[in-house]
């Protein structure tokens, strides 16, 4: 690694077991999603995932957010 750490570090900083970043390396697919941004947040990669923009996703969201209903006037003022 560029940071001359040691597996054993890396796995300690990230708090996951040494078997978890064994198997996160070798692109293991049960490596659980947690396990990927503790070692992504060791290693100070956790902010460039604030700058992915992805199109589809957020047409998606633009389309399912709720919109506002706005009622006529209203005539009964009564409380």
Avoid: C, Y
Avoid at 20 to 26: A, F, V
Avoid at 37 to 53: H, K, T, W
């Amino acid at each position: 690694m560029a940071r001359s750490w040691t597996q054993q570090g890396l796995s300690e900083r990230a708090r996951i077991s040494l078997a978890t970043l064994k198997r996160l390396e070798g692109g293991a697919v049960e490596v659980s999603l947690g396990g990927w941004l503790a070692v992504f947040e060791s290693l100070g990669l956790l902010p460039l995932f604030s700058a992915l923009r992805d199109p589809a996703s957020a047409a998606l969201l633009d389309s399912t957010k709720a919109k506002r209903v706005r009622s006529g006037k209203r005539d009964d003022l009564d409380f």
